[in-house]
């Protein structure tokens, strides 16, 4: 599979006029190699496939990557790749500008007749459409993500820390079989919840508080994306009010999600409901991005973003509205794109 | 507290004959702010310090930084740093090369009549040297994973897997206080444990396998480091040979780290214990390096490595050896370096 993933970017180096493309980039390492670890990069070239891994790692990579891909390993792994370079006679290789360094490029860059050529995102742009292994993995995170927010919110009691109910969301995930959480799980009471990107804190549950949780999780290194925005006790008409925009916002932005479609329409679309109902001005964050072994991979489903939709992107759904010092609310769904539509893989 | 870290940046600034520094590191912006969110970035200049947030962060950062720091946010943040810049006149900045990409530097350094200087790893230098609160933090987050792996070898049972074994243990940080744990934590049964970086599978333990678990968490941002080899029934005398030369190794390591010797000693006398017991091919990593915000900071105890250890540096000691297709020992404790020698804070 990997191997197929590898003959495929060889193709579209060919479209582009390159010998090669190298990553540094850990997901894209482990899409096209298999093998889950930090420090490796690889090489697809016409000369060959390379993963360069340092001496601790190698005899696991071995262990795991398929026969076409040779393990190089060293003490000074970027001389080897120089060498790799010279010996297959490459004179143009592709890299992504956006995920290596300033000193990083500097000192593999150096060798004389060849030219780097920046092709950002050019593996997550193969990497946007999923084949159905990785819709499987996703759907797995999607669903355990759904269930375990159901239970977690259902058992909610007075007097629980933010904290506490983000390690009870959690332990589900990894009793339903997830390997890890696919980021800092975000529970939000009341005036928290104001805050899109809070970091859970210390604070108390007590009648009346809106409860945001924005969870997700991962199987097999894929990842899923829900957030919902609950209420605790009687709900106050306020957050009826707030709730039911964005739930209108979304249900019309997911309902729009079909191939030939523009991220950036979506965008449009939910924007559009909450501009009209008065709070624009509080929706301060995109719609939504794609999911897959990162947490936010292209497309962006933001203001003007150009991208078009295409069977086989994971995207999320997830406006919100946040008003200061009250409460905020988001809903968010993470949905398949199908050949007609789409498919909510969170439920 | 972080204003004085500032003013300190700003006054190491002056001795580089730069009028400024950028970061856009994570860790860097939370050590000078405070503030504990992606998307940020923070220059302290001759002009004044300035936080560039999103537009969705914003109220929550202002909500947390000191007065000094002036929260700035707009939907083009690096045209707000252009003209922040400008209007303070700025010529000469400091960045590190190592932590921005190329197309990022690209996007913010052709202001005309501006020189970006390179000061690789410059907030990470002074980070070294931690302070009381820091190492308070990283002492509480020492301790509690201590605890955590002794109960965890205590309660392991035939049958479970390294999965299982590995949540139990996380289970315990957050019990004591921890807000996440350091790094993927690795439990690696038998031969598994060869791998200096396994990735916890479901393997089920069974009695005669040596147990490793490297783990840590964190309090307060800061983390801990730990890895402990242990063995489930009865003791095999290889294990026994193996598991007492790398004992002796981090032994003599940790007896010689005091302020005024250098990295790589550290490293040579722990690897000098190894090679003389025949083993040399078989440590295949550095013997340690800092911790603190990040897991892996300056400096490194690694072959060579000519950083002098200080007072108040944090690091780990953690030699190891690997026999592939058998098993692995590693040993491994995080250490505050004191004025006449050093704490086990890992206890």
Redesign the interface.
């Known amino acids: 599979m990997t191997e197929r993933r590898r003959d495929r970017l060889r193709e579209r180096c060919r479209d582009q006029k390159v010998d090669g493309y190298l990553t540094f980039d850990y997901s894209d390492v482990f899409y096209l190699s298999g093998f ?3 420090g490796c990069f690889l090489l697809v070239s016409r000369g060959g496939d390379f993963l360069f891994s ?4 190698a ?2 990579a071995r262990s795991i990557v398929d026969r076409k891909l040779s393990v190089v390993t060293s003490r000074k792994l970027l001389k080897s790749l120089e060498s790799a370079v010279r010996k297959d006679g490459l004179k143009k290789v592709g890299y992504d ?10 000192s593999f860059s150096s060798g004389k007749g060849m030219r780097w050529v ?1 092709l ?1 995102g050019f593996v997550l742009k193969q990497r946007m459409i999923k084949d159905e292994n990785e819709i499987e993995l996703i759907s797995q995170a999607c669903h355990a993500t759904f269930v375990s927010r159901e239970s977690t919110f259902g058992l909610l009691r007075e007097g629980q820390t933010e ?1 506490e109910v983000a ?1 009870a969301l959690e ?1 589900l995930f ?1 009793k339903a079989g997830a ?2 959480t696919a980021f ?1 799980t975000i529970v939000a009471f009341q005036e928290n919840a ?7 804190s210390d604070k108390k549950l007590s009648p009346k508080m809106a409860v945001l949780m924005d969870c997700g999780c991962a199987f097999g290194g894929y990842r899923s994306d829900l957030t919902r925005t609950g209420f605790f006790g009687k709900i106050s008409s306020q957050f009826q009010k707030i709730y039911g925009i964005v739930k209108k916002s979304q249900s019309v932005g997911m309902a729009a999600v079909r191939p030939g479609v523009t991220a950036g329409k979506i965008d449009f679309v939910c924007r559009e409901v909450i501009r009209k109902a008065g709070y624009g001005d509080y929706f ?2 995109g719609t939504g991005h794609g999911v897959g072994l990162d947490i936010h991979e292209p497309p962006r489903l933001g203001i003007g973003s150009k991208e078009v939709l295409r069977e086989g992107m994971v995207v999320t759904v997830e406006p919100g509205i ?1 008003l ?1 010092g009250e409460f905020g609310v988001r809903i968010e769904d993470t949905l398949l794109v199908t050949k007609n539509g789409c498919e909510v893989l969170t439920q």
Do not use: C, I, N, W
């Open positions: 889950p670890s930090e340092p001496l601790l790692l005899e696991q500008s956006a995920k290596v360094t300033v000193s990083l490029f500097k920046p950002d904290r390690r332990g990894f390997s890890k800092e104001a805050y899109p990107h809070h970091v859970v301060v964050h946040y200061p």
